[in-house]
Nanobody, 124 residues
Framework: QVQLVESGGGLVQAGDSLRLSCAAS????????MAWFRQAPGKEREFVTA????????AYADSVKGRFTVSRDNTKDTVYVQMNSLKPEDTAVYYC?????????????????WGQGTQVTVSS
């Protein structure tokens, strides 16, 4: 089993930045691909970004490209997402996900492990 704990959410104004962290524990060798998803009220969970074990491969949703940057520190079993130029439409609960995938995926069903989520609220 893998446990994921997110942190770093909060209330910010449009244009501000936040960095979310996700710390993994347990069988972390099963976390070769880690990702962030988000879910706004009344909407489906959507892909934000994903990163491979080495960090050499990343993927982003079109809505966050150029504003968000994903990274990971395997010595700390932690993945980060730096979110810049935040917009009100970025408001959502952000979830960390992980799984023993062989390639990056934008589909939530392919990830085995999930955190509890952290709220990000961007005011206009």
């Amino acid at each position: 089993q893998v446990q994921l704990v997110e942190s770093g959410g909060g209330l910010v104004q449009a244009g501000d930045s936040l960095r979310l962290s996700c710390a993994a524990s347990g069988r972390t060798f099963s976390t070769n691909v880690m990702a962030w998803f988000r879910q706004a009220p009344g909407k489906e969970r959507e892909f934000v970004t994903a990163i491979s074990w080495s960090g050499g491969a990343t993927a982003y949703a079109d809505s966050v490209k150029g504003r968000f940057t994903v990274s990971r520190d395997n010595t700390k079993d932690t993945v980060y997402v730096q979110m810049n130029s935040l917009k009100p439409e970025d408001t959502a609960v952000y979830y960390c996900a992980a799984g023993p995938l062989i390639s990056l995926s934008k589909f939530p069903g392919e990830y085995h492990y999930w955190g509890q989520g952290t709220q990000v609220t961007v005011s206009s």
